[in-house]
């Protein structure tokens, strides 16, 4: 599916080429995730097809979220040879949108195997008080506020703001979180997360560039030096992104889960 979508950004055979966002993306999650049930036997389709299947409907939900700020923020537009009507545009975008959360984890677990940051040990943090995690659910409030109201400024803090303001509650609540990992002394599981999130963000700037159907970013104030689409202080926001997803995943799955001590980085079934 990768090297089909590849060949099209030549050949521009349509519709395929116009579709070739969720083509070369779910070809990307099933090549990643056999690669990584080949190297540790299980791996997120082939062990928790569940989980799968509710991390392509969540990351639909989060990203038409993004689409909706981004009506108000307007970083991005997209252009090319799209479906025409309103409703099949729509589902173009929800199957497109499916790949953004999945992309993410898979790349993460893949990383994992890797054994990064294995040598990192640091102290672990107790001072982790009420006061610090209300004051920075505030501060993302503050935060995604900011960027509604006066988006020509405060655009980039729309890629933090939903991190600070769920990783707290999730704390709270008992779930994974990146302040409880390092409240713990555990900076190895956020620093892959932030790479994983680097790493995919880049593939969605290299993938992008060569496509029929693609989105453009006209940025405020940096809008040079692009790499690709995107201008090179943007890949800053990739990996506190992928923060954010960890962030939202979890809040939403607390709201029908008990409190569990496993991420859903990890391959083992809850």
Do not use: C
């Not at 080949?38 to 392509?56: D, G, P, T």
């Not at 900076?187 to 560039?209: D, H, M, Q, R, S």
């Amino acid at each position: 599916m990768i090297l089909f979508a590849e060949l099209n950004f030549y050949f521009k055979i349509e519709p395929f080429a116009s579709w070739y966002f969720p083509i070369i993306w779910l070809g990307y999650i099933l090549l990643v995730d056999a690669i990584i049930y080949k190297l540790k036997a299980h791996s997120l389709i082939m062990s928790r097809k569940e989980q799968f299947v509710k991390a392509l409907l969540l990351s639909t939900l989060i990203w038409w979220l993004f689409e909706i700020i981004n009506y108000r923020v307007s970083n991005w537009s997209y252009s090319g040879v799209l479906p025409t009507a309103f409703i099949s545009r729509k589902f173009y975008g929800t199957i497109a949108f499916a790949t953004v959360l999945p992309a993410i984890i898979e790349t993460f677990e893949l990383l994992k195997t890797f054994n990064l940051f294995n040598k990192l040990k640091l102290k672990k943090h107790q001072d982790i008080t009420h006061f610090f995690l209300h004051s920075m659910t505030f501060l993302g409030v503050l935060m995604l506020s900011l960027t509604i109201f006066w988006p020509k400024y405060f655009f980039p803090l729309v890629w933090v703001a939903f991190f600070f303001i769920l990783d707290p509650i999730n704390y709270l609540h008992s779930q994974p979180s990146i302040i409880g990992y390092w409240k713990n002394g555990n900076y190895k599981t956020p620093l892959i997360l932030f790479v994983a999130g680097t790493v995919t963000g880049v593939l969605w700037e290299f993938w992008n560039y060569y496509a029929v159907t693609k989105w453009f970013y006209e940025i405020p104030f940096v809008n040079f030096f692009k790499i690709f689409e995107m201008p090179i202080l943007g890949y800053l926001g990739y990996g506190p992104f992928a923060f954010e997803l960890f962030a939202m995943y979890y809040f939403v799955r607390s709201l029908h889960k008990p409190k569990t001590t496993h991420s859903f980085i990890e391959l083992k079934k809850i």
